[in-house]
């Protein structure tokens, strides 16, 4: 029986029994009863609906505050007045496709040794609903995008059609999906240049950022197949064709390209900020590059990026200095030169 069906027959106390022998009493005694049981309902579908959209992934959304930051403009109210906006429409859309996705993979997400505990897996969240907000979502968010910016809009329908073709097919074609997941990083950073005017942001970062992006998926999935063990066919189709060696070697390569694409543009920098100073947050980079690795390999974590960052201090910590020390770079060095 559906999910939705299942919710429902749980609600007997909420229609009013109208047989023999009640009187009015009871029948206003039970529908004082029911009120709360529906209201507790309600929050428990409305609870289960902000955990499918996932608020703690929002965090990758960051990624569209990369361009104004090291474009020096994130102290101009404008400038990021609308990057906040953009931001914001890309976490609700992003929202959207954690629901589709727990959509599509209801079954599998059931056999899974985690997911089966999110909300439509579980049975907490019923289908419909989640069919509903699948639908709402993206609507709104595109909508809102298109009468804000049309090129933000764009890139969003873009960044849209990429997780629809993903969630449908892309994931169980073996390195297409990684790569698919990391354009989606890239389509951000995108997101976060065409709602400003950007005069010093170096294409190298579209570079940096994708190979992060890349990193982290490849180190995901890694850990999910080392995590699932037989059963990670079961889960996505894509895992028949990888093998712990192939992700290895993969995460190997594209590491060396991150920091190799990283150093390029530090140097690149100094057309911009005076000199080679963008130089020092290069050990931060690679540090966080390596504690994450670390991670993975050592500790056995890494299967949700963003959970990683908050849960280990020491690479929280580095991405802060990091974050800090390219804004001084970029912010009081030139002040404090001139």
């Not at 959970?307 to 002040?335: C, H, N, W």
């Amino acid at each position: 029986m559906p999910v939705f069906g299942r919710v429902v027959l749980q609600w007997p106390q909420i229609v009013p029994e109208t047989g023999r022998g009640k009187t009015e009493t009871d029948t206003v005694e039970k529908s004082s009863a029911a009120a709360p049981a529906a209201r507790r309902t309600a929050l428990a579908w409305l609870g289960g609906l902000v955990r499918t959209m996932r608020i703690k992934q929002w965090v990758k959304n960051g990624f569209i505050f990369i361009p104004i930051l090291f474009d020096g403009k994130i102290a101009q109210l404008e400038p990021l007045v609308r990057v906040a906006v953009a931001f914001a429409l890309f976490c609700v859309l992003s929202s959207a496709v954690y629901v589709l996705n727990d959509l599509v993979d209801v079954e599998r997400d059931r056999q899974h040794p985690k997911k089966r505990f999110r909300p439509i897996a579980s049975g907490q969240l019923p289908i419909p609903i989640a069919i509903v907000a699948a639908i709402v979502l993206p609507v709104v968010s595109i909508g809102a995008a298109l009468v804000f910016s049309v090129p933000l809009g764009l890139v969003m329908i873009a960044y849209y059609a990429k997780d629809l073709a993903y969630s449908f097919y892309l994931k169980n074609v073996v390195l297409v999906d990684v790569l698919t997941l990391a354009s989606g990083f890239i389509l951000r950073v995108i997101a976060g240049v065409v709602v400003i005017t950007v005069t010093n942001f170096s294409p190298w970062l579209y570079v940096c950022m994708g190979m992060l992006a890349l990193f982290l998926a490849v180190g995901k999935r890694r850990q999910e197949m080392l995590m699932m063990a037989e059963n990670a066919t079961a889960v996505r189709a894509a895992f028949r064709e990888y093998n712990m060696a192939l992700l290895d070697d993969m995460l190997r390569m594209v590491m060396i390209s991150l920091l190799m694409s990283y150093v390029l543009y530090t140097v690149e920098a100094r057309t911009s900020m005076g000199g080679y100073y963008m130089l020092l947050t290069v050990p931060f980079a690679m540090y966080g590059i390596f504690r994450y690795l670390y991670l993975i390999h050592v500790r056995g974590e890494g299967s949700a990026p963003d959970e990683v960052l908050f849960k280990d201090r020491p690479l929280l910590i580095t991405v802060i200095l990091f974050v800090l020390s390219t804004g001084a770079i970029i912010y009081l060095l030139p002040k404090m030169l001139n």
